[in-house]
Every structure is written in structure tokens, then in C-alpha cells.
């Protein structure tokens, strides 16, 4: 299967949320990447959530003493995936996070990022909803984008079977 998938992990879901951790994962070759994003320099950037904190159980102090820069975490999304067009499965939410992390440093992503429901249509969008369903996301982005593409490829070979 020839797809990136990607997922953002983040402070909250308000306006005022930002980009926490962000993976992905390209489904044909296994290749994949995660990395925290550091909020500290960026104005703006101090909305936290505890409720969203007992989700993902990543804490602002962890961020702070791992996390990348902005700018250095477009420079990583940007070189791992040019050109490319990646897929999530929250595009409004994952969107809202795309575009604050780039604006934040100033950069523009150089892959495109669309949803899910531009792939899956009828029975295989039924087949993906209900592996979904089904698991218990674990709320950090390389173990939610794996779980995404588990679901697509169950959803796909269950067409190709079909045939």
C-alpha cells in the first residue's frame, strides 16, 4: 500500500491549541518518523490542557527538555516528506495543527495533507471505521498512525478480495 499517514498530538483541541508531537508513517517501505515539538519560543503558545495531558501523558515540562524547535521540526517533516501527499484521519484538526507549526516558524509544509474520507468510500470506508471502532487509540502519533494504516490496509485487501 502506497500511503503516508500522519498525526499530530496536541496541547488541547481550543483555538489557542498547538502541535505537541507529531509522527508518521509511510505504509509501502515501513519508513517512519516522531518527534515532540518544543512550545517554549513560540509566542502564543501557552495554552495547556490537563485533560488533554491525561490523553496523551505527555507533560509541558517533557516537551521542554525534549522537544525540537519549529523551525527544526519543519525542516525534518519538510526533508522526510516533499513532494509527497500524506493522509489523517482528523484533517480539521490535523490542518489546524499543520498550519500553526509552520506559521510559527515561518515556513510553508512541502507535502500535501488531505483526509482519510478522500480515500475510503463505501464499503471499505465502512470495513475502516469499524477496525477503528474497534481500537484503543493509545493518543501518541507513531502508535496512532501504525493504527491507521492497520485499518486502511484491512479495509483495501478486504476489496481486492472482493474481486
Not at 70 to 97: I, K, P, S
Not at 133 to 153: G, P, S, T, W
Request: with cysteine; hydrophobic share 45%; glycine share 6%.
Amino acid at each position: 500500500m502506497d500511503l503516508i499517514c500522519l498525526d499530530f498530538e496536541a496541547s488541547g483541541l481550543g483555538l489557542r491549541s498547538y502541535p505537541i508531537e507529531v509522527a508518521w508513517r509511510d505504509a509501502a517501505t515501513g519508513a517512519d518518523d516522531s518527534f515532540l515539538i518544543n512550545p517554549d519560543q513560540v509566542s502564543g503558545w501557552e495554552e495547556w490542557s490537563e485533560n488533554a495531558e491525561a490523553i496523551h501523558h505527555i507533560s509541558r515540562d517533557v516537551l521542554l527538555a525534549e522537544g525540537l524547535g519549529v523551525q527544526q521540526a519543519c525542516r525534518r517533516l519538510n526533508r522526510a516528506l516533499e513532494g509527497r501527499t500524506v493522509y489523517c484521519d482528523a484533517l480539521e484538526f490535523d490542518l489546524f495543527w499543520l498550519r500553526r507549526l509552520y506559521d510559527a516558524a515561518g515556513m510553508r509544509p512541502m507535502f500535501r495533507l488531505l483526509g482519510l474520507e478522500s480515500l475510503l468510500k463505501g464499503e471499505s470506508l465502512q470495513r475502516f471505521l469499524n477496525v477503528i471502532a474497534k481500537q484503543q487509540r493509545r493518543h501518541r502519533a507513531l502508535d496512532d498512525v501504525a493504527d491507521l494504516i492497520r485499518a486502511l490496509e484491512y479495509a483495501f485487501s478486504a476489496d481486492t478480495s472482493a474481486d
